[in-house]
């Protein structure tokens, strides 16, 4: 006997997979939910790096070019950059977007050039348009570069050392490995692999209670001689199954994104190797069960199936909340993170898709709060299959 | 045997179920008749374990019902009102599930299903799934599910409710076949031609209390009437004939 309600429960799991599995509409949206996250990371990432590249090679638009001949020759001879004509009406073609950045050359520049005055030329841009940013950038930093050469090439004709006026040198030495810089363009990763964990549940955690309830099954499954925390447990541990496919299909498809973008254009080098592979399911797999009764619970309480999927809609945004505050801020990671359910998760898959994994204890804290989460949730479950008025919805 | 003494429940200020008493024997069909609304389904739900009685005491062959409600379960098969079928499962499927919940598995539980296909007329049906069913059919595989362990009782409530004649005859072959092999047979009905027709010992329930028992010729001579029906309206009050 004492073995049985085990049995029982994993009879109860079989069925529920079984059942769901043959569900189109709940296998339509789990599929949804695992593409969706990767598609949308390399659609943005592929932008990312058409934008770099553009960036790369620039064509500038100048005005004026009769009047500095040897300003246009450097220009076309630095790398990537080639010089077209300006457009009549500068500062409108930048507001209509016609271009990013227009170079103004003044009629007075040859002249003033010559007798080695300071020569005006205008960069007309926008810089509340965050997309041509690097392109204004970059056309500074040449126009700075032409005006460092021939002021050096002044005083060397005039016999004075160069480095006479450079007082400072100045050095950019960028600390955030390339790994992290990805990190801070993939910090919805998470929010995706989380959420095809609710997503891959919900099905079943409202299909087998709230659904089982509506459609009269409930009572005749009720009839049967089963503890009722092994019927819980077994409806419970079904939705974590299938939420935990979800997420190693998701990670999987994540994983494999370098092999059809060219992201080392991008200057970012972004790896999910065999490594990054198993943090991530060691951090997410762990929460599944928690989810999914989470779920479940929620399922129960509702009066109707109808309510019931209105709650999991609620439900889908609790675990997404991270990940949208990490896209607008940066998370820093602190160690009580690790015990709140779904944000452990959140702050564990960041570090490893960092580079700088936590340390194996944070994985087991998260791990065994969220096991603990799971079956004081299983309790609660067991508990109200007991309470006539929610059996029977009164 | 299912015996059932002083029994009790109260919905807030509804008392749903009042002192009912009643016996039901083996090898024998015994009806419980009244209006709807007359605390019969809240009786069953009490017998099968998904209700706790507020006061009163049940016995499945010699277990407390109450004390133990998954020992005597293991010896009900249940039809339960407004029962519900998994309509991406098909019949053999049903049957399978609850078999294997009651702990059987393997050869057996194929040889019972076979059995229960044959008996109750649906091979043709059984590896269908019952989303398409018609109602008859429907009531078929939960009669089938509720009936794989084999249970020495058997509760049915309302199980000819809504059927066509055919599958309403076919409901009435399965319960006298119950009956003549043994099997103590509970069945609920608002229909008084149904309990006449089938039932060996008739009880008679109207606002959640027994207000007769016996068969239905003891029930003509208690109340003087020649006609069955006359009979039951004058038990029950006036809501039966309003069915």
């Given at each position: 006997m004492g073995h049985r309600p085990f049995h029982q429960t994993l009879v109860v799991i079989r069925k529920e997979l079984k059942d769901s599995l043959r569900d189109r509409r709940a296998l339509f949206s789990i599929a949804f939910s695992i593409v969706i996250g990767p598609v949308l990371v390399a659609f943005m990432m592929n932008r990312l790096a058409d934008r770099q590249r553009e960036a790369e090679n620039i064509t500038i638009p100048i005005v004026g070019q009769e009047h500095a001949p040897a300003l246009i020759d450097w220009l076309r001879q630095q790398a990537g950059v080639s010089v077209t004509k300006g457009p009549d009406n500068p500062e409108q073609a930048v507001r209509d977007g016609e271009h990013d950045v227009v170079v103004i050359i003044s009629n007075e520049y040859a002249d003033r050039f010559r007798t080695s005055r300071p020569a005006t030329v205008s960069l007309v841009g926008d810089s509340s348009r965050n997309a041509s940013l690097?392109?204004?950038?970059?056309?500074r930093r040449l126009l700075q570069q032409y005006n460092s050469e021939v002021g050096a090439l002044r005083l060397i004709t005039r016999g004075v050392s160069p480095a006479g006026v450079t007082a400072l040198k100045l050095e950019e030495i960028e600390i955030a490995t390339a790994q992290q810089r990805a990190v801070a363009v993939l910090t919805f990763i998470p929010?995706?692999?989380?959420?095809?964990?609710?997503?891959g549940g919900m099905s079943i955690a409202t299909d087998s209670t709230a659904g089982e309830r509506e459609r009269g099954s409930l009572e005749a499954l009720l009839v049967n001689p089963v503890p009722r925390m092994a019927l819980v447990a077994g409806k419970c541990i079904a939705a974590a199954l299938l939420a935990m496919a979800a997420i190693v299909l998701t990670t999987t498809l994540t994983a494999n994104i370098p092999r059809f973008l060219p992201l080392q254009d991008m200057g970012i080098r972004f790896r999910i190797g065999a490594n990054e592979f198993m943090g991530i399911l060691a951090a997410m797999l762990p929460v599944c069960l928690f989810s999914a009764a989470l779920q479940a619970a929620v399922a129960t309480l509702a009066r109707s199936f109808k309510e019931a999927q209105t709650y999991m809609g609620v439900l889908v945004l609790l675990p997404m909340l991270p990940g949208v505050i990490a896209t607008v801020s940066t998370?820093?990671?602190e160690s009580w993170m690790y015990i709140v359910p779904v944000l452990g998760q959140h702050v564990l898959v960041m570090g490893v898709l960092g580079g700088q994994p936590a340390s194996p204890w944070a994985f087991v804290a998260a791990a065994l709060i969220a096991a603990l989460g799971a079956a004081l949730l299983i309790r609660i479950m067991t508990t109200l299959f007991k309470v006539e008025r929610i059996i029977f919805a009164r | 045997?299912?015996?059932?003494?002083?029994?009790?429940?109260?919905?807030?200020?509804?008392?749903?179920?009042?002192?009912?008493?009643?016996?039901?024997?083996?090898?024998a069909i015994t009806g419980l008749l009244g209006p709807n609304g007359a605390g019969k389904t809240t009786t069953l739900r009490?017998?099968?374990g998904v209700m706790k009685p507020d006061a009163g005491a049940i016995h499945v062959d010699d277990v407390d019902a109450v004390a133990a409600p998954q020992a005597a379960q293991g010896r009900l098969g249940v039809l339960p009102d407004g029962f519900g079928l998994y309509p991406r499962l098909t019949a053999r499927e049903h049957i399978h599930y609850f078999g294997e919940l009651h702990?059987?598995?393997?050869?057996?539980?194929?040889?019972?299903t076979e059995e229960l296909l044959h008996l109750l007329d649906m091979s043709a049906i059984?590896?269908?799934?019952?989303?398409?069913?018609?109602?008859?059919?429907?009531?078929?595989v939960a009669i089938a599910r509720a009936l794989v362990h084999n249970p020495?009782?058997?509760?049915?409530?309302?199980?000819?409710?809504?059927?066509?004649?055919?599958?309403?005859?076919?409901?009435?072959?399965?319960?006298?076949?119950?009956?003549?092999?043994?099997?103590c047979v509970l069945f609920s009905s608002h229909v008084m031609q149904e309990v006449s027709a089938l039932c060996d010992a008739i009880v008679v329930v109207a606002r959640g209390q027994v207000v007769a028992r016996g068969t239905p010729d003891e029930l003509r001579v208690q109340t003087g009437r020649e006609n069955l029906e006359d009979a039951f309206v004058a038990l029950a009050g006036a809501e039966l004939i309003e069915e």
């Open positions: 690097p392109t204004i950038e970059r056309v929010m995706f692999i989380i959420l095809a964990a609710f997503v998370i820093r990671e | 045997m299912i015996r059932v003494e002083g029994l009790k429940k109260r919905f807030g200020s509804v008392q749903a179920v009042n002192e009912v008493a009643f016996e039901a024997r083996d090898g009490m017998l099968y702990g059987i598995s393997g050869a057996a539980l194929r040889t019972r059984a590896d269908r799934r019952t989303g398409g069913f018609s109602h008859g059919e429907r009531t078929k020495r009782n058997v509760l049915l409530d309302e199980p000819t409710n809504g059927l066509d004649v055919m599958s309403t005859r076919a409901v009435r072959t399965i319960v006298r076949r119950l009956r003549d092999s043994g099997h």
